[in-house]
T-cell receptor
Framework: GESVGLHLPTLSVQEGDNSIINCAYS??????FIWYKQESGKGPQFIID?????DKRQGQRVTVLLNKTVKHLSLQIAATQPGDSAVYFC?????????FGAGTRLTVKP | SQTIHQWPATLVQPVGSPLSLECTVE??????LYWYRQAAGRGLQLLFY??????ISSEVPQNLSASRPQDRQFILSSKKLLLSDSGFYLC????????????FGPGTRLTVL
């Protein structure tokens, strides 16, 4: 059974809606950020990254926003699909030190 | 393209038994390699990383060890497992600076009984 992310914050959305997953990072000197998606029992998958000289980056159906003033990172998923159900976590890098958040569990209701 | 493999996928071992988890990367040369442990509801904990053959850095004291006998092979070992060693173990690789993206393997679920 699934034990990764057993007590994580959760977000439940309706299929087709947009999802916004948030991450507060700890180090104002961090200069590189990544979002990962982790499905049950599997390894994390890279979704999108952003460097500190940017405040927005777009991929396919995903957008990452970076607000360095408040040390906040968000992942927006457009037209959320059942296959998007997973744990999403962010990572921050400062001076070769990568730190990972615990994540948010996204559940998509059909 | 690059791929990363881990085996076994799942493992059940008695307390006090030895451990050997293997990770291999294909499609890249001289990768940085990492071992993480993931506990329920918590972020990834870095256990070991390696920037080259025979070069291992340990992040936390524990009864685990790591070795890198070949450029694209990373092994996590223990001589005697503890109950607290149970968890989900992930191997990852990156190239270039450590600031580059890390790509993860499928993981090994270890249960120590």
């Amino acid at each position: 059974g699934e034990s990764v992310g057993l007590h994580l914050p959760t977000l439940s959305v309706q299929e087709g809606d947009n999802s916004i997953i948030n991450c507060a990072y700890s180090n104002s000197a961090s200069d590189y950020f990544i979002w990962y998606k982790q499905e049950s029992g599997k390894g994390p998958q890279f979704i999108i990254d952003i460097r500190s000289n940017m405040d927005k980056r777009q991929g396919q159906r995903v957008t990452v926003l970076l607000n360095k003033t408040v040390k906040h990172l968000s992942l927006q998923i457009a037209a959320t699909q059942p296959g998007d159900s997973a744990v999403y976590f962010c990572a921050e890098n400062n001076n070769n030190d990568m730190r990972f958040g615990a994540g948010t569990r996204l559940t998509v209701k059909p | 393209s690059q791929t990363i493999h881990q085996w076994p996928a799942t493992l059940v071992q008695p307390v006090g038994s030895p451990l050997s988890l293997e990770c291999t990367v294909e499609g890249t040369s001289n990768p940085n390699l990492y071992w993480y442990r993931q506990a329920a509801g918590r972020g990834l904990q870095l256990l070991f990383y390696s920037v080259g053959i025979g070069q291992i850095s340990s992040e936390v004291p524990q009864n685990l060890s790591a070795s890198r006998p070949q450029d694209r092979q990373f092994i996590l070992s223990s001589k005697k497992l503890l109950l607290s060693d149970s968890g989900f173990y992930l191997c990852a690789w990156s190239v270039g600076a450590a600031t580059d993206t890390q790509y993860f393997g499928p993981g090994t679920r270890l249960t120590v009984l």
